[in-house]
């Protein structure tokens, strides 16, 4: 009987060091199963209670209850522990940095050229100007012939054009659209035309589609000297209040007398940014109009090109691109 107070010291003493050794939880839960558990040291040693003489019986059952009790107080409390351990252990491991900077909002913005196109149409808009649009596949006859090129004209070979089929071309400039707007609109016509316009040529400075606005201005009484302030104007505004800017004469069939216009740039350059000229009196013509009534100008120029002078844009294939590292720049 001795033997059974023995066993059970043993067992309980060791439980109690396992107990204490254990370093995590599961090897707790283990510790628990070999002594506790149905099959555990403690049960087995009860079985013995049998060949215990009946006085002896209650004291072994009341020893093995107080080990019981014992080690379970030794098991939660090594539990609380461990369990208090492995949270600090998480919580350390996890930790947000809340000094790190937030990532932001990726927020959309509109394209260098359309920034530019509205740029130019607001300013010119401050002068009365109007959009007229037109279609970009458009007639032969209103691309060329309405704007005084016609058939054989050298000038054609100016711009390399992209047929559809016959007498229908990619416009291969908004000049396209100055006839229809002579012909749909009351007078004055004061309009900018706006739009993509198609030529087969591509290299570093070209592009077979790029973006052109025109302009035009048709009134019974229109000289070069209002054309030079407007455009005057424009300069300041688009390049700065000290820009300055120059005509040279040049050809253009739709005009005469027609004008390459350049801007000052810095202390001693010039840039050409745009053609220009008096609406030659044929396509008043076209248009319908009396003979002598109608007096205007017009101009044309790349959008790219402004866009690239703005910015100071070295190669136009960035344009089309698409790369957000050079379209998040604007
Ligand atoms: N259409 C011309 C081009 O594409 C640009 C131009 C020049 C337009 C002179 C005009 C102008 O209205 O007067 O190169």
Known sequence: MSNLFSQLDGIGAKALEQIEGASDLATLELVRVSVLGKKGALSEVLKGLGSASAEDRPKIGAAANDWKRKIEEALEKKKGGLEDQALETRLASERIDISLPSRGLHKGALHPITQTTRRIIQTLGRLGFDIATGPEVET??????????????????????????????????????????????????????????????SDATHSPMFHQIEGL????????????GVLEFFAKEM?????????????????????????????????????????????FEMAGYPAGEAQGFAFGMGIERIAMLLHGIDDLRLMYQGDVRFLKQF
Not at 221 to 228: C, T
């Open 217 to 228: 201005w048709v009134d019974k009484k229109v000289s070069m000297s209002d054309l030079v």
């Open 239 to 283: 390049f700065g209040s000290s820009t300055k800017i120059r005509l040279r004469p040049s050809f253009f069939p739709f005009v005469e007398p027609g004008a390459e216009v350049d801007v000052s740039w810095g202390k001693d350059r010039w840039l050409e940014v745009l053609g220009a000229g008096m609406v030659h009196p044929r396509l």
């Open 140 to 201: 032969e006859f209103l691309n060329f012939e309405a704007v005084n090129i016609p058939k054989d004209h050298p000038a054609r070979d100016m711009q390399d054009t992209f047929f559809m089929g016959p007498g229908v071309v990619l416009r291969t400039h908004t000049s396209a659209i100055q006839m229809r707007a002579m012909r749909n609109q009351k007078w004055p016509v004061r309009i900018l035309c706006p739009g993509a316009v198609y030529r087969c040529d």
